[in-house]
């Protein structure tokens, strides 16, 4: 028993000492750290001149962010009140970092397992678009907050909050509340109105999604002013009608009307080189795209005129011969995330490049072009014409429902779809009638 006991004994004390070598280590390396960081030089001047540039097609810049300057006094009491009551309440009260909201924070995160909630002040925040990247290291934490406490040091709470608001991303390649200001209303920041500066005070928390989704937008400056309300920075009968009133948008600004591209071409070059959306919008690379913009203008122009906005939509344009995107226009940020059938452009690789791979059509087989019934499935051509024979090459030129339809029924519907998957294409366990020629998909 004593035996046992000196084992148990001589495993807690040397257990003991590594744990203090471990803690003596990670204090040293952080009060390392602390050091450095605090001999760091700070100018809150200084704008983020780390901007992705745009091109369109012709290599013409798309969006413009011209580093517009905002003083503080160019601000109605409003405004800033809008950004302190969404952002940071006590603000003109903490010492650069907030430990109450931070824990507070950690312990909503925890039981929502998500991030669901932010600790950093506003203070904070300029510490990170200033001089911080986008990654959550502890290196980049102990930095932020060091630079946090140093700027509330050196600075009165009206130069961090200029600052702040000169750097901050609205979406729209905005950066700044003066450039965001004329994009969005096309007004300077002296002339924005409560809503309006409720509106800016909202898109921050996501600036790429909530800069298309309006809807979402609306809600978040909506919360704005009830927030403002709790800190009796408006009235009760001012948040009641403003939030009733609707926002008017500058919606012919080019940023406005690019917005869904840009979006689409960041996502995808994230993607391609392993980087976050922040980590570009917050890089100086130069990304070309294939955006034609008269093209972005006519599609953004017919589907807001067109399309019920109860409805989410999305419109593409694509050139055939290169397969390039001309234009791209959705009513959310991601928009595959709305579901919908393909419809006939997905006969020639469903219908048309499996019957030729299969030998069971040419260019020039003639297919019967006479309405008929499929098991009590009867497609109809669209220009309502039929024929007693059509040639592959006129079915396919045409899109004939009825032609495309009857190969399909050739060729069998499980060849026809282990070809379309040689496409990328993916189907439903319920995807095995007929009416998939017609892009009919579950």
């Known amino acids: 028993m004593t035996k046992k006991k000196n084992i148990v004994f001589k495993i807690i004390f040397y257990s003991l000492i590594i744990l203090s070598a471990v803690l003596i280590g990670f204090s040293a390396y952080i009060g390392v750290k602390l050091f450095e960081y605090n001999r760091l030089p700070i100018n809150l001047n200084a704008l983020n001149e780390e901007r992705p540039v745009f091109y369109d097609i012709n290599n013409n810049e798309i969006l413009s962010s011209k580093n517009l300057i905002c003083d503080i006094e160019e601000l109605k009491d409003y405004t800033k009140s809008a950004f302190i009551s969404i952002e940071d309440k006590t603000f ?8 109450k909201r931070i824990v507070k924070a950690s312990i909503d995160n925890a039981k929502s397992k998500s991030l669901v909630a932010g600790g950093s002040t506003i203070t904070q925040q300029l510490a990170k678009n200033l001089y911080l990247s986008n990654d959550k290291t502890l290196n980049r934490k102990l930095k932020e ?8 040091k050196n600075f ?31 007004k300077d920041v002296t002339e924005l109105t409560i809503n309006e500066s409720a509106y800016l005070a909202g898109l921050i928390n996501s600036p790429s999604r909530l800069s298309i989704d309006t809807i979402s937008a609306n809600n978040r400056k909506n919360l704005v002013l009830k927030e403002m309300l709790k800190d009796n920075k408006i009235s009760e009968n001012e948040c009641n009608e403003l939030i009733n009133t609707d926002i008017i948008l500058n919606s012919n600004d080019t940023n406005f009307l690019a917005e869904n591209y840009i979006n689409a071409a960041v996502k995808e070059v994230a993607k391609k080189l392993n980087l976050t959306e922040d980590d570009i919008y917050n890089s100086n690379i130069k990304i070309y795209t294939n955006l034609d913009l008269d093209k972005q203008k006519m599609l953004y122009k017919e589907l807001n005129s067109t399309v019920d906005k109860q409805y989410n939509f999305s419109g593409i344009i694509i050139d055939n011969k290169t397969n390039a995107v001309k234009a791209f226009v959705s009513s959310v940020q991601n928009a595959n995330s709305i579901l919908r059938q393909p419809g006939s452009v997905i006969k020639p690789m469903l219908v048309y490049a499996p019957a030729i791979e299969h030998n069971v059509i040419n260019e020039y087989t003639l297919i019967n072009n006479e309405q008929t019934d499929f098991n009590n499935y009867k497609p109809k051509n669209a220009n309502g014409k039929y024929s007693k024979e059509i040639s592959v090459k006129e079915a396919l030129s045409n899109s004939t429902n009825v032609a495309a339809v009857k190969i399909l029924s050739y060729t069998g519907i499980d060849k026809s779809k282990a070809v379309a998957k040689q496409f990328g294409l993916t189907f439903d366990e319920n995807d095995n009638n007929l009416a998939i020629a017609l892009g009919g998909l579950t």
């Open 92 to 99: 003109y009260t903490h010492k650069g970092v907030n430990l």
């Open 145 to 152: 907050y060091v630079i946090a406490k140093k700027i509330e």
């Open 156 to 186: 009165s709470k009206d130069q961090i909050l200029e600052s702040y608001l000169n750097n901050i991303y609205f979406g729209k390649n905005s950066y700044g509340i003066k450039q965001a200001s004329l994009t969005y209303f096309n």
